[in-house]
T-cell receptor, first 116, second 113 residues
């Protein structure tokens, strides 16, 4: 079974520029999560999708961050414009509905963003 | 609001030592707790999941315990090896029961040969 794929793996941009990250979850997984992990901290949920719909985006800075999940499969996370404090690793995870009782989430390798 | 804290932030031990990593959480109304491992430049891998009805889970040299009433969990690693060097994170479900996880800040472990 292929794991969660993310690209790019690394990205360096200037502040005020835009950036987009892509995630391909495990085939058949209905739930997709985007987490932000700042250096030295644990991951923090930005947005959660169930199929095409948003379940939780309470911690997404909506003035600059946006995310979509078309056709309930791949997802993109965009930052526009980026700030210095957005430097972090952006992790994508997925889980299947049958795993809800165990909350088993499968994580991708992440995208490391550096904002200069 | 659920908060998860891990102590210590970093730990360095010689190979072969037994060690304990600590995790505490503020809201005891959880239905499970997970321990993850994170290697540099890689995503998270689930190590152990303890349901609220259980007190501990074991996998190989790893043993995790859960005490809901005191809001604590420990991860015990027996006979540590250099390959155990990584960051270990504990996580509990968010109160909204949507599958969202609340993570601690992690303990970075270095096992020296």
């Amino acid at each position: 079974e292929a794991g969660v794929a993310q690209s790019p793996r690394y990205k360096i941009i200037e502040k005020r520029q835009s950036v987009a990250f892509w995630c391909n979850p495990i085939s058949g997984h209905a739930t997709l999560y985007w987490y932000q992990q700042i250096l030295g901290q644990g991951p923090k949920l930005l947005i959660q999708f169930q199929n095409n719909g948003v379940v939780d985006d309470s911690q997404l800075p909506k003035d600059r961050f946006s995310a979509e999940r078309l056709k309930g499969v791949d997802s993109t996370l965009k930052i526009q414009p980026a700030k210095l404090e957005d430097s972090a690793v952006y992790l994508c995870a997925s889980s299947s509905i049958r795993d809800r009782g165990t909350d088993t989430q499968y994580f991708g390798p992440g995208t490391r963003l550096t904002v200069l | 609001k659920q908060e998860v804290t891990q102590i210590p932030a970093a730990l360095s031990v010689p190979e072969g030592e037994n060690l304990v990593l600590n995790c505490s959480f503020t809201d005891s109304a959880i239905y499970n707790l997970q321990w993850f491992r994170q290697d540099p430049g890689k995503g998270l891998t689930s190590l152990l999941l303890i349901q609220s009805s259980q007190r501990e889970q074991t996998s190989g040299r790893l043993n995790a315990s859960l005490d809901k009433s005191s809001g604590r969990s420990t991860l015990y690693i027996a006979a540590s090896q250099p390959g155990d060097s990584a960051t270990y994170l504990c996580a509990v479900p968010g109160s909204s029961n949507t599958g969202k996880l609340i993570f601690g800040q992690g303990t970075t472990l270095q096992v020296k040969p």
